[in-house]
């Protein structure tokens, strides 16, 4: 298997609803590409909720006794703990200035991918504007594959993507909240190695590691690089509706052996 890396260039400024898979199609043309079948298209969380006008605005927040008395143990604005509660199930974990919370849609990470950073309003006051995750990943993700098959013909995988930090490394990767078009776990339990020995516990998060490799080519501050496409790996639909989506990479809490 031979994979490509690229960056779609020319992507405007994301507002509410705007139509990211035509502005996918859009930037590739200027580049003088198109799309492929089977490519896999890595899409910033954040052109999605911007997209999908995901803001709330601090100052329209009224924060909880609860997220008041946190906010002042973690030294942390109550209005921003409120937010960071109403898109959690669980606070896994806290210290002064770090929420570490088990997010509505299952992934444990800081202040449920709440961000201030890369956005602004109107006016250009954006000191208390927020940008949540999208309400439902898989969702987007689908959309766009479906847009693209109807316009082009062929099937594409998508890969919403955000950043992540790590429990015991430093340093923040990429990683998938949103997965259509292909299985974002690769299970190889019960298939034989290359010594014909049985593999017990062997699984590939694929989606995951094509959205770390993304990661490099969109860069973390002022790169402008949304979207990255992957070619070569030759997405597939999964048969069973179990294994679709982001589902397959969540760990069930019963077998998170940390919490």
């Given at each position: 298997?031979?994979?490509?890396?690229?960056?779609?260039?020319?992507?405007?400024?994301?507002?509410?609803?705007?139509?990211?898979?035509?502005?996918?199609?859009?930037?590739?043309?200027?580049?003088?590409?198109?799309?492929?079948?089977?490519?896999?298209?890595?899409?910033?969380?954040?052109?999605?909720?911007?997209?999908?006008?995901c803001?709330?605005n601090?100052?329209?927040?009224?924060?909880?006794?609860?997220?008041?008395?946190?906010?002042?143990e973690?030294?942390?604005?109550?209005r921003?703990?409120?937010?960071?509660?109403?898109?959690?199930?669980?606070?896994?974990r806290?210290?002064?200035?770090?929420?570490?919370?088990?997010?509505?849609?299952?992934?444990?990470?800081?202040?449920?991918?709440?961000?201030?950073?890369?956005?602004?309003?109107?006016?250009?006051?954006?000191?208390?504007?927020?940008?949540?995750?999208?309400?439902?990943?898989?969702?987007?993700?689908?959309?766009?594959?479906?847009?693209?098959a109807?316009?082009?013909?062929?099937?594409?995988?998508?890969?919403?993507n955000?950043s992540?930090?790590?429990?015991?490394r430093?340093?923040?990767?990429?990683h998938?909240?949103?997965?259509?078009?292909?299985?974002?776990?690769?299970d190889?339990?019960?298939?034989?190695?290359?010594?014909?020995?049985?593999?017990?516990?062997?699984?590939?998060?694929?989606?995951?590691?094509?959205?770390?490799?993304?990661?490099?080519?969109?860069?973390?501050?002022?790169?402008?690089?949304?979207?990255?496409?992957?070619?070569?790996?030759?997405p597939?639909?999964?048969?069973?509706?179990?294994?679709?989506?982001?589902?397959p990479?969540?760990?069930?809490?019963?077998?998170?052996?940390?919490?």
């Amino acid at each position: 298997m031979k994979l490509t890396y690229f960056g779609v260039e020319n992507i405007p400024m994301v507002e509410p609803g705007d139509d990211v898979a035509g502005m996918i199609l859009d930037g590739l043309a200027t580049m003088g590409e198109t799309m492929q079948a089977d490519d896999v298209i890595v899409i910033a969380q954040k052109i999605i909720s911007k997209a999908e006008g995901c803001y709330v605005n601090l100052n329209d927040v009224t924060p909880s006794v609860e997220a008041i008395e946190l906010g002042n143990e973690i030294d942390k604005d109550p209005r921003k703990v409120q937010l960071i509660l109403d898109e959690s199930i669980e606070v896994v974990r806290k210290r002064p200035g770090v929420m570490i919370v088990e997010h509505r849609l299952g992934f444990v990470h800081a202040s449920a991918g709440i961000d201030q950073s890369n956005i602004t309003n109107e006016d250009g006051d954006d000191e208390d504007l927020c940008l949540l995750l999208p309400k439902d990943p898989d969702a987007s993700a689908r959309q766009i594959v479906d847009k693209i098959a109807a316009q082009l013909q062929i099937h594409v995988g998508v890969i919403i993507n955000d950043s992540i930090g790590r429990a015991w490394r430093l340093g923040q990767v990429g990683h998938a909240i949103g997965v259509a078009g292909f299985t974002a776990l690769e299970d190889y339990i019960g298939s034989n190695d290359i010594y014909g020995h049985e593999m017990e516990v062997s699984q590939v998060a694929a989606a995951d590691e094509m959205a770390a490799g993304a990661s490099l080519l969109m860069g973390p501050t002022d790169q402008l690089t949304p979207v990255v496409i992957v070619r070569g790996y030759e997405p597939r639909d999964p048969d069973q509706a179990e294994w679709r989506g982001i589902g397959p990479l969540i760990r069930p809490k019963e077998m998170d052996m940390f919490r």
